[in-house]
């Protein structure tokens, strides 16, 4: 069991930038690969970013490469989510998740936060 705690969503311009911020309890952080999803009302669950235990390994989808870039800070149980460039289609629920296996992102998931909101005026 981990709890995740996502912050860092508001309300932004189109072009400006945002850093959302995932915060695990416990000490054992280290040990799950993290990914980043998103919902919008009416759209289906969308899948952005993943990064493995160590950091060293990263995928993005296609939507958002080379805009958003996904990090870890293990000593302080956080996974970053730094976007760029936010166009108003980028409006959305923004979860982090957790898995022991980096393989399976983003296609099994076994923890979830409860969502931070990113609205994107144009």
């Known amino acids: 069991q981990v709890e995740l705690v996502e912050s860092g969503g508001g309300l932004v311009q189109a072009g400006d930038s945002l850093r959302l911020s995932c915060a695990a309890s416990?000490?054992?952080?280290?040990?799950?690969?993290m990914g980043w999803f998103r919902r919008a009302p009416g759209k289906e669950h969308e899948f952005l970013a993943a990064?493995?235990?160590?950091?060293?390994?990263?995928y993005y989808a296609d939507s958002v490469k080379g805009r958003f870039a996904i990090s870890r800070d293990n000593a302080k149980n956080t996974v970053y989510l730094q976007m760029n460039g936010l166009k108003p289609e980028d409006t959305a629920v923004y979860y982090c998740?957790?898995?022991?296996?980096?393989?399976?992102?983003?296609?099994?998931?076994?923890?979830w936060g409860q969502g931070t909101q990113v609205t994107v005026s144009s």
């Open positions: 998740a957790a898995n022991l296996r980096f393989e399976q992102m983003p296609y099994m998931t076994s923890y």
């Open positions: 416990g000490r054992t952080f280290s040990a799950y690969a």
């Open positions: 990064i493995n235990q160590s950091g060293g390994l990263t």
